[in-house]
Structures are given as C-alpha cells and as structure tokens.
C-alpha cells in the first residue's frame, strides 16, 4: 500500500537507472560480457524484441549475439546450440527465446542451459533452486517485478501479495521471491474461484495472465499496489496489459504502465544477470 493515489510506476527510469550500472561496472572492470540469445521463429514482433535486448545491449556495454536457427529449426538442433553456447567460455549468458516451431518445447530444451549461464532462469534447476532458496538466475519478468517495487520503496515484509497467473516464467518464480522477502502470497490462476474477492484483499497485485483487461477496479483494494505484466496486442499493432488502467489507476496507490512499465526492466535485468555471470558483481 502506498499513502498516495494514482502513481504511475514507470518502468522506463528504473531501466536506465539499471542500465547506467551496468555500463559503469563494465567500463571498471575492462571485461565486455557476452549474452547469447537463441531464436528460431519467423514471427516478426518476436524478432522485433530479440532486437531491442541487442540494442539494450550495445548501449549498455555489453556484447549480445543473435543465434537466428530460422523458423524450420529442430529440437536437436535447437539442444546442440545451446550445448554449445553453454560450453564456449566467451559466452556469459544463454537465452532461449519463445516461441519456438510447433512440438518444440522450450522447457525441454532449457535444461540444456549452463544454470550458471541461465540469465533468464529457463532451466527447470533454476527455478527448483530458486524454489529452495538457494542462489539462481530468477526468469528476467520475475526479478523486473521485484526491482520495480524495490525501487519505488514498497514494503513486502508482511504484505499480503496476490499473483494472478502460475506460469514457470512469470507466477511461479515471482511467488517465490515475494516469499523469500516475507510477504504472505496468494497465488490465482484459471480455476480460482471468485478472483476479485481474493485479489481485493491484495496489498501488492501482480496480473501476470495474457488477457486485455482482465483486472478492473473491482479487483483492486483501495491503495494497493498494482503491477501489470501482461502484453496484449491490441488491433492497432500495440501493446495493452492485463489492468484496466483508466479504470484502476484512480484507486490504486501505484500502477505500472503497459507499455513503459515491466518490459523495459525486463530487458535491463536480464543484462544485469549477464553482467552478474561473467563475474563483475
Ligand atoms: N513484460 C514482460 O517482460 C513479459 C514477459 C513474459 C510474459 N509477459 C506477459 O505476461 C502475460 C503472462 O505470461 P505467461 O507466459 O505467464 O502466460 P501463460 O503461461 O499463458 O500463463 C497465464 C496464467 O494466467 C492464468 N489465467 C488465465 N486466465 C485466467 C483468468 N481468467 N483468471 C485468472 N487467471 C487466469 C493461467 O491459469 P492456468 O494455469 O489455470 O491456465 C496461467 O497460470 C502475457 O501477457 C505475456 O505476454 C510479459
């Protein structure tokens, strides 16, 4: 909970703020990192946002290379890259991108990761030890979510937080680290009953679902922080999440912004896991 109403959580300083750290601790160390992101798909938004991370990147001081295997790629193929990405000592992070060609599963294939290269935490042992509270990469979305509040100074010791969604990307991991700073976490997905009934008591909402406009003002307590994840294209070729902002952003004490809010601190977190994997922090 906030005191104040209606505080738009921008994600675009929180990125640059994280981003200026990196450039500054890869121009003392004198060691350039090296992100691998693997791809194998023809869909163009896809390749679009592969892009952003190289750009990211190279404005950030580190090095990004982009492993397109084209949409006709195999699973063996996809296995034997990563294999190899995970090898090479001149590689520090390795990322599977989604989607991949139908029957392909990205899940599968992660475990192929290095987890200690696994800067999106894709591989099933990231997640199992994130779980265990030991050291791992959490999945970039997840640990964006907690930087976001981190630098907006919300409280999660004893906060009641609600997450709406369960993937291994998104819910699951978040679940986990809201855990691990001692908020009391609920988390929903399709079959919860009654949604806006435990989503109201949330002091700290995450909607992490895929669906334009799932949470209104009735899901939403008075002064709750609210952060949205979800990326839904709209009609007109842009992006909406998963809050009604008009309709939220009046009773809630914070909201984020889709676009400008969760995206771009993904990015520079998943920068910040490569900078953390070649050993500068
Ligand atoms: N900004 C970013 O950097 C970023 C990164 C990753 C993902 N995303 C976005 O985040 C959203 C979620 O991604 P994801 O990969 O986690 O999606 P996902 O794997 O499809 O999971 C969606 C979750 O939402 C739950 N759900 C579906 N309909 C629901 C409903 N009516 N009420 C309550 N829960 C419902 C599902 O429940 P069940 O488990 O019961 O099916 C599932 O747990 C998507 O819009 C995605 O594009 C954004």
Same mark, same amino acid.
């Given at each position: 909970?906030?005191?104040?109403?209606?505080? !738009?959580?921008?994600g675009? !300083?929180t990125a640059?703020?994280i981003k !200026?750290e990196i450039?500054?601790?890869?121009?003392?160390?004198?060691?350039?990192?090296? @992100?691998?992101? *693997?791809?194998?798909?023809?869909? /163009?938004?896809? @390749?679009?946002?592969?892009?952003?991370? +190289?750009?990211?990147?190279?404005?950030?001081?580190?090095? #990004?290379?982009?492993?397109? @295997?084209?949409?006709?790629?195999?699973? /063996?193929?996809?296995?034997?890259?990563?294999?190899?990405?995970?090898?090479?000592?001149?590689?520090?992070g %390795?990322m599977?991108?989604?989607?991949?060609?139908?029957? %392909?599963?990205?899940? /599968?294939?992660?475990?192929?990761?290095?987890?200690?290269?696994d800067v999106d935490g894709a591989?099933?042992?990231s997640l199992?030890r994130l +779980?265990?509270?030991?050291p791992a990469f959490a999945p970039a979305t997840a640990a964006a979510v907690m930087a976001l509040l981190d630098r907006?100074? $919300?409280?999660l010791?004893?906060?009641? +937080? *609600?997450v709406?969604?369960?993937?291994t990307v998104v819910g699951k991991p978040l679940a986990h680290l809201l855990?691990d700073r001692?908020?009391?976490?609920?988390? #929903?997905?399709?079959?919860?009953?009654?949604?806006?009934? =435990?989503?109201?008591?949330? !002091?700290?909402?995450v909607?992490a679902?895929?669906?334009?406009?799932?949470?209104?003002?009735?899901? $939403?307590?008075?002064?709750?922080? =609210?952060i949205?994840v979800?990326?839904?294209?709209?009609?007109?070729?842009?992006?909406?999440?998963? =809050?009604?902002?008009?309709?939220?952003?009046?009773?809630?004490?914070?909201?984020?912004?889709?676009?400008?809010g969760v995206g771009p601190v993904t990015t520079a977190l998943l920068l910040r896991h490569t900078v953390t994997a070649?050993?500068?922090t």
């Amino acid at each position: 909970m906030t005191d104040s109403l209606g505080v !738009e959580l921008r994600g675009r !300083e929180t990125a640059a703020a994280i981003k !200026e750290e990196i450039a500054g601790l890869v121009r003392s160390s004198g060691t350039t990192p090296r @992100l691998a992101v *693997v791809v194998a798909t023809g869909d /163009e938004a896809t @390749l679009w946002y592969v892009r952003s991370i +190289a750009k990211a990147a190279a404005g950030a001081g580190v090095a #990004c290379d982009i492993v397109d @295997l084209g949409p006709a790629a195999q699973a /063996e193929g996809i296995r034997a890259t990563l294999e190899r990405l995970s090898a090479d000592p001149g590689v520090h992070g %390795v990322m599977l991108q989604t989607p991949l060609p139908e029957g %392909v599963s990205a899940q /599968e294939l992660a475990a192929s990761i290095d987890p200690a290269k696994d800067v999106d935490g894709a591989n099933p042992l990231s997640l199992g030890r994130l +779980a265990a509270g030991l050291p791992a990469f959490a999945p970039a979305t997840a640990a964006a979510v907690m930087a976001l509040l981190d630098r907006h100074g $919300v409280t999660l010791k004893g906060a009641r +937080a *609600v997450v709406v969604g369960r993937s291994t990307v998104v819910g699951k991991p978040l679940a986990h680290l809201l855990l691990d700073r001692h908020a009391t976490v609920t988390v #929903c997905h399709s079959r919860t009953r009654d949604l806006a009934a =435990v989503t109201s008591t949330a !002091e700290v909402l995450v909607a992490a679902v895929g669906r334009a406009g799932l949470i209104g003002a009735e899901h $939403v307590a008075p002064g709750a922080v =609210v952060i949205d994840v979800g990326t839904n294209p709209t009609a007109d070729g842009g992006l909406t999440g998963d =809050v009604d902002f008009d309709a939220v952003i009046g009773r809630a004490g914070a909201l984020t912004p889709v676009p400008g809010g969760v995206g771009p601190v993904t990015t520079a977190l998943l920068l910040r896991h490569t900078v953390t994997a070649a050993g500068l922090t």
